[in-house]
């Protein structure tokens, strides 16, 4: 045991020295829980859920295998066309702290690339002025109101902005709060709804989920990723904010547009203690 020890704090430091991470891999005990296998790995839930394709958070089989990351954080594929600075915008990060996690000595990356990204450096440039924090980087491809629907083409009500990104894009949670809804609902696909009291926040459309009904997530916490799930026509997040079981025009709480990414030079974590 004190030899395991060794190695893994061996392993630890070693990976720290050189910027980057590794991987354990956790068998499930009889009576674990989620919640309790992340936090004696000093991980969010969100994260192994991240990592763990199909795990099913409240029914963890005993003996199934979890891969965990070493410290906390997600990886990223780089897509044709990204660059470090695009990636590193939709982390609301900046590019030298990307390049620093995986030792990059360039702005050179290619399709394919898997690209770790250290959750304390997630979130320095989240916005956070107004009710809401943007959930995902990127452009709003269709507004909140009345638009003839892309894919019936009937003339409906938008009920929320769609927030066009590319696949796997993490979604963040827009304010804290406890997870209402997480799973397949109609349309909207991949489906979370997040109370937050006096408002909800709802995300469609998603290729993954990281959280469970009945989990409290802090502001800025990763929550899914961007997908195509359900009726869409592309790669984008359906946001929705609700006040009091009304749709709003979400544009009313967010920051500008513009303005969703900022970064003033003072690190900053507006999801409080990790
Ligand atoms: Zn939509």
Redesign the pocket.
Known sequence: MRRLITVIVAAMLLSYALAIYFVMYYEVQYGDTLVGIAKSFGVSPSTILDWNGDLNPTMLKVGQELVIPIPDGVVYEVKKGDSIDAIAKRFFTLPDLIKKANDLTSDLIFPGQKLFIPSEIIGLAFNDTKTFIWPVYGDIS?PFGWRIHPITKKWAF?T???IAAPLGTPIFAADSGIVEYAGWYKGYGNFILINHGKYKTAY?HLSKIDVFVGEYVRKGELIGRVGSTGISTGPHV?FEVRLDGKVVNPMTYLPSPGLKYVYNGSIKWVGGEK
């Open positions: 269709s938008h929320g902005i769609d469609g359906h």
